[in-house]
């Protein structure tokens, strides 16, 4: 007679000859289908509570948030050596005497450091593990272990109409407890756009609570040399701009010119004293009055800003305002954390 038809164990009578062989089956069954721990062979050395992943070879990895090396699939029960065979908590909780998380809070994977684990999210290849039981245990959730969180996007944008003032607020914004967020360091994928570009470098200041943490410069615009446009072949062509001082990858627009006048971003190929853009070649001889005209800033940030109840957020004019710069827009791209 079946006991249980969800896991098809038997029921067992004292009088039952054999009812021990009947029990250890039971158990197996319960252990094929109660999935808390997992066994894997090490591919690397591990230790106790590091994270792991399963490699394409099928073995037992260091996991890091980093896109290939996970997800993660639990934490080792003890630590081992390559190719011994080693158990790995998948899912309830796990003690560390060294941990000292903050009580409730999601645990990730960590970003940088193989096996590691964080409560900070690391952005796009963020994965909660679990979360903090108490300062010295996780309570493992594989509902959120074998899937990524993936990127909560935060973004912020604005517009501002006309010439700057100096030192103007172009934006401030309170952090609520519902809605906490953090910029991560370089700001990839912001952009700030002036539809009048500026005559000397303005820099407008990104603050938290008054402090910079990052800034957005607006370059000058330029003359183009009067020289002839260069033929790079492949669909590149070179343009003479003698100590442009532009980086690889600036958004540039060219105008005044009678082939090149568009929107491009500078080719890897650019030197110093030329800059290549992807274009058509057509044969033109600048005269020196044609210019490169910086409409999309150069946006940079040294750390992560995290931001929490209660933090503001503002962009800050130059202190001194470019008498040409004006008629903004911009997005600003973070992470949402709550």
Same mark, same amino acid.
């Given at each position: 007679?079946? !006991?249980s038809?969800?896991?098809?164990?038997?029921?067992?009578?004292?009088?039952?000859?054999?009812?021990n062989?009947?029990?250890?089956?039971?158990?197996?069954?319960?252990?094929?289908?109660?999935?808390?721990?997992?066994?894997?062979?090490?591919?690397?050395?591990?230790?106790?509570?590091?994270?792991?992943?399963w490699g394409?070879?099928?073995?037992?990895?260091l996991?890091?948030?980093?896109g290939?090396?996970?997800?993660?699939?639990?934490?080792?029960?003890e630590g081992?050596l390559?190719?011994?065979?080693?158990?790995?908590?998948?899912r309830g909780?796990?003690?560390?005497?060294?941990?000292?998380?903050?009580?409730?809070?999601?645990?990730?994977?960590?970003p940088?450091t193989p096996?590691?684990?964080t409560?900070t999210?690391?952005?796009?290849n963020?994965?909660?593990?679990g979360?903090?039981?108490?300062?010295?245990?996780?309570?493992?959730?594989?509902?959120y272990?074998?899937?990524?969180?993936?990127?909560?996007?935060y973004?912020?944008g604005g517009?501002y109409?006309?010439?700057l003032?100096?030192?103007?607020c172009l934006?401030?914004?309170?952090?609520?407890?519902?809605r906490?967020?953090?910029?991560?360091s370089? !700001?990839a994928?912001?952009?700030?756009?002036?539809?009048?570009?500026?005559?000397v470098?303005?820099?407008?200041? !990104?603050?938290?609570?008054?402090?910079?943490?990052?800034?957005?410069?607006?370059?000058?615009?330029?003359?183009?040399?009067?020289?002839?446009?260069?033929?790079?072949?492949?669909?590149?062509?070179?343009?003479?701009?003698?100590?442009?001082?532009?980086?690889?990858?600036?958004?540039?627009?060219?105008?005044?010119?009678?082939?090149?006048?568009?929107?491009y971003?500078?080719?890897?190929?650019?030197?110093?004293?030329e800059?290549?853009?992807?274009?058509?070649?057509?044969?033109?001889?600048?005269?020196?009055?044609?210019?490169?005209?910086?409409?999309?800033?150069?946006?940079?940030?040294?750390?992560?800003?995290?931001?929490?109840?209660?933090?503001?957020?503002?962009?800050?004019?130059p202190?001194?305002?470019?008498?040409? !710069?004006?008629?903004?827009?911009?997005?600003?791209?973070?992470?949402?954390?709550?």
């Amino acid at each position: 007679m079946s !006991l249980s038809t969800k896991y098809e164990l038997e029921s067992i009578a004292y009088s039952t000859p054999g009812w021990n062989g009947i029990a250890n089956t039971n158990f197996l069954k319960l252990d094929d289908h109660l999935h808390t721990r997992g066994v894997g062979t090490c591919g690397e050395t591990v230790l106790t509570n590091e994270a792991v992943y399963w490699g394409s070879d099928g073995k037992i990895y260091l996991a890091q948030a980093d896109g290939t090396k996970q997800p993660c699939i639990g934490l080792m029960t003890e630590g081992g050596l390559l190719d011994e065979g080693r158990v790995f908590q998948i899912r309830g909780p796990v003690y560390d005497v060294g941990w000292t998380w903050t009580v409730g809070g999601a645990i990730y994977l960590d970003p940088t450091t193989p096996g590691d684990l964080t409560q900070t999210p690391s952005g796009s290849n963020a994965q909660i593990l679990g979360y903090a039981q108490s300062a010295t245990t996780i309570f493992l959730t594989p509902l959120y272990m074998t899937s990524l969180v993936g990127d909560q996007p935060y973004e912020i944008g604005g517009t501002y109409n006309g010439t700057l003032a100096n030192s103007l607020c172009l934006t401030r914004l309170p952090c609520s407890s519902v809605r906490e967020f953090y910029f991560p360091s370089g !700001l990839a994928s912001s952009s700030f756009y002036a539809k009048d570009s500026a005559t000397v470098d303005a820099i407008l200041s !990104l603050k938290k609570d008054g402090v910079e943490f990052g800034t957005v410069t607006f370059l000058a615009g330029q003359l183009i040399d009067n020289a002839a446009a260069v033929d790079k072949t492949g669909g590149k062509v070179g343009i003479p701009v003698t100590g442009h001082g532009l980086a690889i990858g600036t958004k540039i627009k060219i105008a005044g010119s009678i082939n090149y006048n568009d929107d491009y971003i500078l080719d890897g190929t650019t030197t110093t004293n030329e800059i290549v853009i992807t274009e058509t070649y057509a044969a033109e001889t600048f005269t020196g009055v044609e210019t490169l005209k910086m409409h999309w800033a150069v946006i940079t940030s040294a750390v992560q800003a995290d931001f929490v109840d209660g933090n503001i957020f503002e962009i800050i004019a130059p202190t001194t305002a470019d008498v040409t !710069l004006a008629n903004l827009g911009w997005i600003i791209s973070g992470v949402r954390t709550s």
